[in-house]
Each structure stands twice: as C-alpha cells, then as structure tokens.
C-alpha cells in the first residue's frame, strides 16, 4: 500500500501534488487527467497502483506491476499551458534523474527525447500528452512511470528495463521517491521559466549522446549522423555531412563504430 502520509510529509512543493488523487486501478492515468472535468486544479496528481491500459509513446504499452512502481500523471493548466512542450518534457526527465541521483546516487542518463536510464537500461519513461483548444494548449498532462520495486521484467523490449531495486539491491520508498521527483519538477519548472537554457543544459549534461554517431527511427524511415545538439525548443539536431536537420521525434539509437 502506498503511504499518503508519508509521501505528504515529504512533499515540499506550492503547487505540485496538492492535490493528490490516488487510485488501485485505471485504464492509464495520463487519460484520465486528460478526460476528467472533476480534476482541474494545477499541478493535481493522480497515482494509480494499476494501470491496465498504460501507454507509452508511439502507442507503445507501459507495463508495469500493480504496487511494486511509481505510474502517475500531473496536470498542469495554468501559466505553462503555452511553454514549449519538450522543455517540460526535460523538466520531467531532469526532475526524475535528479531524484535517483539524490536518493540513492545511482548514475543516470538521459537519452532523448523522454527516456531515463541506468547503465543503459530503461528505469523510467515520461509521455507528456495535451489537449488544445482553436491551436491553443489549454492543458498539458506530464504522465511518469518508474521503475521502483519491480524484481524483473518478462517480454521483449526495444530497451531493456530495470529498477531501482534491482540497480540499487534494496527495496526502496515509493513515498519517499515520488515526492523528491515532484520537488524536484516544480523547482525545475520555476527554473524554465527565468531561464530556458538552463533546463536545456541541465538536460544535456546528463546525455551521453551528443557528439555520437546515431541512428534515428522515425516510423519506416532510418536517419544516420551525428548527435549534435539540442535546439532552443528541446528538438534535436542532427548533423549529417555538413547539413543540420532538426528531428522532432523518433527513436535514437547508437551506431557501431
Ligand atoms: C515511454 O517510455 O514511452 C513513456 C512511458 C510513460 C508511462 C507513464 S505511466 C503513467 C502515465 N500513464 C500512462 O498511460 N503512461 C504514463
């Protein structure tokens, strides 16, 4: 059972998580907060011990063991809703990675454009979804799930996951964890807003990609080059000869070299 209690005392935020919906089962959190008329307040976040229809990018499946991890959704409706969207995507992945790092110094890599890894393995992964209103984002739903308790992970995936448990060979406080990540996000948040950059470079100084030879996968199509850098708005470029190119989405990979 999740302690609500202890996750309370720890929380140390204005916005984030005070209003906290937690929930044994839904579909997926991120819907629900993207649907629901009856949770509007900023920052509201909802956990859920089960998800059994959790969803990934690229309408990928999210699994994950009912009470052993961490899946949640924020919402955020108010002065973000016009931010650009992949910086607090970055926020999200900082916040998440500085919250392991912090709690149990564990050495983790961010790879973009939403996932958080340990010795490169997948221990969380973020989807950030929206709902627009005439071209205008009127609310932004942050959804997160980690990888805490869970001992292993059967199936195939295209990155192998991990846990916390597993890298840090304890079993840890779920409570304890999600309130450092929503600490750590709205700080981040405050932080995007006086300085983008930033967010930017805190995201970059945990990559391990810039300056690689990757491989790029955007649906059927496959782009080659190198890593160079991450745009003002989160995008990454990829240099291919001496042209830039901007990519919007996709899977990264490395390249044999
Ligand atoms: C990814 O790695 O592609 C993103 C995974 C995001 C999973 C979380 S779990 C909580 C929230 N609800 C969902 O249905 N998905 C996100």
């Known amino acids: 059972m999740f302690n609500i209690e202890e996750f309370d005392i720890k929380l140390d935020t204005d916005y ?32 859920a011990e089960f998800q059994t229809q959790g969803r990934g990018r690229k309408n990928r499946e999210w699994i994950s063991n009912s009470g052993q991890n961490l899946t949640f959704s924020i919402l955020l409706n108010s002065e973000f809703k016009d931010h650009k969207i992949n910086l607090i995507n970055f926020c999200a992945c900082i916040a998440v990675a500085q919250a392991i790092e912090n709690l149990y110094q564990l050495d983790v890599e961010l790879k973009w454009p939403n996932d958080v890894l340990i010795h ?40 192998v ?3 916390i448990r597993k890298e840090f060979h304890e ?15 709205e700080t981040n948040l405050n932080i995007l807003k006086k ?25 059927d199509k496959i782009k080659l080059g190198i890593f160079d850098d991450i745009d ?10 001496d042209k830039k190119e901007k990519i919007y989405y996709g899977d990264v990979g490395l390249r044999e070299r």
């Open 161 to 163: 996951p991990t846990s």
């Open 16 to 47: 984030i998580g005070r209003n906290f919906i937690y929930s044994d089962e839904v579909e997926s959190t991120n819907s629900l907060l993207l649907q629901s008329k009856d949770f509007n307040q900023d920052g509201a976040v909802l956990l």
């Open 171 to 185: 079993i840890v406080s779920r409570e304890k964890l999600l309130s450092e990540v929503l600490n750590n996000f």
């Open 232 to 241: 003002e708005n989160g995008f990454l470029i990829l240099k291919q000869g």
């Open 195 to 219: 300085s983008p950059k930033k967010i930017i470079d805190l995201w970059k100084s945990r990559s391990k990609m810039i300056g690689e030879k990757i491989k790029i996968v955007e649906d």
């Open 120 to 159: 490169k393995r997948k221990i969380a992964g973020i989807l950030l979804e929206s709902i627009s209103k005439a071209s205008k984002i009127v609310k932004v739903v942050v959804g997160i799930g980690i990888n805490v308790n869970q001992p292993n992970f059967p199936g195939k995936f295209d990155i």
